[in-house]
């Protein structure tokens, strides 16, 4: 408990940064027209590749008997995963829906 509580302490500024982009962003959504979504959704998919990179280093990087930066990187791997797989499937079917009929 003591070693989270040092963490804390020690990445305040970060945490603070962290909480405020997460507020930031769900504003900035709220406001998106529905126009906008699938080509967000797909700078949404590169983000989310970006973050699965970076949790693969994270795991790579880290010492084998850490196993908080292994267990973070992994988290991190398998939501971007998911966040990549759902934001294809959904940007295919919206794409669907502006395809002509026969």
Do not use: C, W
Request: overall charge neutral.
């Amino acid at each position: 408990m003591t070693g989270l509580m040092q963490f804390i302490s020690d990445n305040l500024q970060i945490i603070y940064i962290l909480i405020l982009a997460i507020f930031v962003g769900v504003e900035v959504i709220k406001h998106i027209p529905a126009v906008l979504h699938t080509p967000l959704m797909s700078g949404a998919n590169a983000l989310s590749g970006v973050v699965v990179i970076g949790a693969i280093l994270v795991m790579l990087q880290s010492d084998p008997d850490d196993y908080f930066a292994l267990a973070l990187g992994f988290i991190g791997v398998v939501l971007g995963i998911i966040n990549v797989v759902g934001g294809f499937a959904v940007t295919g079917r919206m794409l669907q829906m502006f395809k002509k009929k026969n």
